[in-house]
C-alpha cells in the first residue's frame, strides 16, 4: 500500500489540524510509505517540538513542501507533485487520504473518468466542513466520533453505504496511574488548566467567569494562541474586566516537549467546549486523560462517547460558568482516593485508543478499499488501471 496525505495546512505550523493531519501521517508511515503535501509554514518551533517525533525517526514519512508560501504559487505547486504521484504511483494498493472538502473536490474531480486507480478516502472532523455532493464520491470515510458519523449520514443519506471507520484520536502508550503525592495540592491555589486553540468556540470566557464565581484559592491557567493574537487579547482584557489578573494567567503555545511537565503541574483540566458544530471529540480530551489529571469537560454527545459523569471525569452544562463551577467544587471537596480513581478509570478508556490498536484496526479497513474500488469501476466499465 502506498499513501498520499494531502491537506491544505502549513507546515510547520501550530494549528490543531496541522498537528493532527502531520501526526497522523507520521503514524501511517509505521505501516505504508506515506508522502505527505502541505503548504509552507513559518513557525519558528522546532519540527520535533511540534510534532512530537523527529523526521529521521520516521523514514516512510516525506514531507513535500512548495518553495514559496505565496498561497496561489503554493496550491498550483501542490497540484502538481500530487499529480505527479498519481501519475506514477497509483494502482490498486494506492490510497488518497485528505481531511477537507477542497482537496476532496479536487481528487474526485481529478479521478472522474481517468486510469487512475486509488482508493480516495476522507477522514471528517467538522459539520461546518463545506461538504457537498463530491463527498459521495469517496470509497471510505472516517469519523473521529460517533456523534459525527450520525450527523453526516444524516446529512448525506447516500454515505449509508459507504465503508466507514472510527478513528479514535489516540496516545502513543497508556500511561501509568500517578503516585498519590503528585495529587497532593498543600497550600497553594486550585489550578484549573485549559491547552488548547484560542477561538471563541472553545467556550474559555464560560472558563474565567467561573474562576469569578468560585473562591479566590481557585485559579485558572489558559495555555495556547500566541502573544498578540486579537482573540486572545480580548479574553485577557475580559480576564482584566473581571478583576481576575492575579487569577488567570495566560501562556503562549507550548510546544509538544513542554508540555507534559506544564499539565502535570495542574490540579484539573477544563475542556469548556461550547457546541460541537466546529468539531468533533477533540484531541485534547485524551492528552488530558493520558496527563492523569482530573478532567472537567462540556456535556456534549462526543464528550459523553469519553467521559462519564462522576466516573472518570466531570461533566457540566455547555455554556453555563455557574455549572462549571460547581464541578470544580464538587472536585475540590473530593478525597485524594476519589480523584485517584477517577484519574485511573479515565486512564482505562485509552487502553484501546494507542497507536498500534489504530493502525491495525485501520489498516485491516484500509486493505479493503482498493479491491471494493477496483470492482466498482469494473463493474460500471469506468476505467481503471493497466
Known amino acids: 500500500m502506498r499513501i498520499l496525505s494531502y491537506h491544505n495546512v502549513a ?29 509552507r509554514g513559518r513557525s519558528n518551533h522546532p519540527f520535533s517540538s511540534l510534532y512530537g517525533f523527529r523526521r529521521e525517526e ?36 494506492s490510497v488518497v487520504y485528505v481531511t477537507q ?20 478516502v476522507v477522514e471528517c472532523h467538522s459539520l461546518r466542513e463545506a461538504w457537498e455532493s463530491e463527498i459521495a464520491t469517496a470509497d471510505g470515510l472516517m469519523f473521529t466520533s460517533s456523534s459525527l458519523r450520525s450527523a453526516m449520514l444524516e446529512r448525506f443519506p447516500s454515505l449509508r453505504e459507504k465503508p466507514s471507520f472510527l478513528s479514535h484520536h489516540r496516545i502513543a502508550a497508556v500511561p501509568p496511574v500517578p503516585e498519590a503525592s503528585e495529587l497532593e495540592r498543600g497550600n497553594g491555589p486550585i489550578r484549573l488548566g485549559y491547552v488548547g486553540s484560542i477561538l471563541p468556540w472553545k467556550g474559555l470566557e464560560v ?12 485559579h485558572a491557567h489558559i495555555i495556547g494562541g500566541a502573544e498578540g493574537d486579537e482573540y486572545r487579547s480580548q479574553l485577557i482584557a475580559f480576564a482584566h474586566s473581571k478583576g481576575l489578573a492575579e487569577r488567570v494567567r495566560f501562556t503562549p503555545f507550548l510546544p509538544t516537549d513542554q508540555l507534559a511537565s506544564k499539565l502535570r503541574s495542574l490540579d484539573c483540566l477544563v475542556l469548556p467546549l461550547a457546541a460541537e458544530e466546529q468539531g468533533s471529540a477533540p484531541m485534547k480530551l485524551i492528552e488530558y486523560l493520558a496527563a492523569s489529571r482530573p478532567v472537567i469537560a462540556s456535556d456534549l454527545p462526543s464528550i459523553r462517547e ?12 455547555p455554556g453555563d460558568p455557574q455549572s462549571l463551577a460547581a464541578q470544580a467544587r464538587f472536585l475540590s471537596e473530593t478525597s ?46 469506468s476505467p481503471g488501471s493497466p
Open 11 to 39: 507546515v510547520p505550523a501550530t494549528t490543531a489540524h496541522s498537528l493532527y493531519t502531520t501526526r497522523t501521517s507520521a503514524d501511517l508511515s509505521l505501516r505504508a510509505p506515506v508522502l505527505m503535501i502541505a503548504a
Open 306 to 317: 469519553v467521559l462519564t459523569h462522576r466516573w472518570n471525569g466531570l461533566l457540566f452544562a
Open 58 to 93: 520516521r523514514p516512510g514519512l516525506e514531507i513535500s513542501l512548495p518553495p514559496s508560501s505565496n498561497k496561489p504559487l503554493s496550491s498550483l505547486w501542490r497540484r502538481a507533485v500530487a499529480a505527479r504521484w498519481i501519475a506514477t504511483r497509483s494502482g490498486s494498493g
Open 336 to 381: 485524594l482516593a476519589e480523584r485517584l480513581q477517577m484519574i485511573s478509570r479515565g486512564i482505562d478508556v485509552l487502553r484501546p485508543r494507542t497507536t498500534d490498536v489504530w493502525l491495525a484496526d485501520l489498516f485491516g479497513w484500509l486493505e479493503t478499499l482498493p479491491a471494493i474500488r477496483a470492482r466498482e469501476e469494473d463493474a460500471s466499465g
Open 207 to 218: 472558563l474565567i467567569d467561573a474562576i469569578r464565581l468560585l473562591p479566590d484559592s481557585f
Open 101 to 120: 472538502a477542497r482537496p476532496l473536490r479536487h481528487f474526485a474531480r481529478l479521478r472522474a473518468g481517468r486510469r487512475r486507480r486509488f482508493a480516495l
